[in-house]
C-alpha cells in the first residue's frame, strides 16, 4: 500500500515555511543578528565571566558584600564552595540564565518581523495574499518560519553554552557543573514558549507596518522581561529556581496562545490587501 499523499493545504503550508526560512537567512539584515548575537550571548560572555569572575571577585574582596544583595535561598545554594567557585556558579548558572532567553526571542523576532513587512518590502506579498491557502493555514505558516528555526537554533545554543561554561571555568570547578536541572526545564519548557512570544509579537507587529526595521523595533521590546529578570536576581528579589522556571514557563506560553489568537483574528486578507 502506498503512503497517502500530503494534502494541497499541507503542501502549501511546507512551501511557505521552506520559502521564508530561505529569504530570511539570505538577507544581510536578518543573517548578521542570527549568527552574532548567539555567539557573543553563548560564547563571549561565559567565556569571559569563567575566566575573570574568579579574578575579580578575589582580587577586589567584594564577593561577601555582592552575596547580601543576593536572594538567602541562592546565596544558601552556593555556600558549600569556595569563593571563586561561587563566583562562577552564581555568573553562569544562574545570572547569565535569563540571557539565554534572549536568543529564541531575538532570532523568532528577526524572522518573524521579516514574514510580513519583508514580503511588502520585496513586492511579494500579492502573491502571498492570493494563494490557495485559508487564513488559518497562512498564520500558522508564518509562525512555523519562526518558531521552528527559533527552537533549533536554541537547542544549538544551550549545547554550545554548556560546553564553554564546562570547559572554560574547568580550572575552577574541576568538575562538569553544566546542565543544572534548572538550565534543563529552561531548555524544555521556557524556551520554546519564549519563541512562541517573540514571533507571536512580531508577526502581528509586521503584519501592520510596512518595513522590516520597523517591525523588527517594535518586536524587541519583548527582551524587556528578559533583562527585568536579570535585574531581578541581580537585587535579590528572586532567582532563577527550578520552580521559578516552570512557572515563568506557563507565563510565557499562556502569553504565546493569546498572541496567537490575536494574530488569527488579526490577519485577514482584506486589510492585508489594503496595506499593499
Given at each position: ?48 565571566l569563567a575566566l575573570l569572575a574568579p ?22 545554594r552556593v555556600s558549600g564552595l569556595d ?154 528579589l528572586m532567582y532563577f529556581s527550578a ?34
Amino acid at each position: 500500500m502506498q503512503p497517502a499523499s500530503p494534502s494541497p493545504s499541507g503542501r502549501a503550508l511546507r512551501a511557505i515555511v521552506r520559502k521564508d526560512v530561505t529569504v530570511a537567512l539570505s538577507s544581510k539584515a536578518v543573517s548578521v543578528p542570527f549568527v552574532m548575537v548567539p555567539l557573543i550571548v553563548m560564547v563571549g560572555l561565559p567565556l569571559l565571566l569563567a575566566l575573570l569572575a574568579p579574578r575579580t571577585a578575589a582580587g577586589m574582596g567584594q564577593l561577601a558584600d555582592q552575596l547580601e544583595t543576593l536572594s538567602p535561598d541562592l546565596v544558601a545554594r552556593v555556600s558549600g564552595l569556595d569563593p571563586d567557585q561561587q563566583a562562577v556558579v552564581l555568573g553562569l548558572v544562574y545570572l547569565l540564565a535569563p540571557l539565554f532567553l534572549i536568543v529564541p526571542l531575538m532570532v523568532a523576532s528577526v524572522l518573524a518581523a521579516d514574514s510580513f513587512a519583508g514580503e511588502k518590502e520585496r513586492g511579494t506579498l500579492e502573491a502571498l495574499v492570493y494563494s490557495p491557502i485559508s487564513d488559518r493555514d497562512l498564520m500558522l505558516a508564518k509562525m512555523l518560519s519562526a518558531w521552528l528555526p527559533a527552537v533549533v537554533v536554541g537547542c544549538i545554543c544551550f549545547v554550545v553554552y554548556c560546553v564553554t561554561a564546562n570547559v572554560a571555568a574547568w580550572p575552577t570547578m574541576g568538575r562538569v557543573f553544566m546542565p543544572t536541572t534548572m538550565w534543563l526545564v529552561l531548555l524544555v519548557w521556557v524556551m520554546p514558549a519564549a519563541a512562541a512570544v517573540g514571533l507571536g509579537t512580531s508577526v502581528i507587529v509586521s503584519s501592520r507596518v510596512r518595513t522590516f526595521q520597523e517591525a523588527y523595533q517594535l518586536g524587541g521590546v519583548v527582551v524587556l522581561p528578559i533583562v527585568a529578570l536579570m535585574i531581578g536576581q541581580v537585587t535579590g528579589l528572586m532567582y532563577f529556581s527550578a520552580w521559578l522556571v516552570v512557572l515563568l514557563g506557563l507565563v510565557l506560553w499562556l502569553a504565546a496562545a493569546a498572541l496567537l489568537w490575536l494574530g488569527a483574528r488579526s490577519l485577514r486578507r482584506t486589510e492585508l490587501i489594503a496595506r499593499l
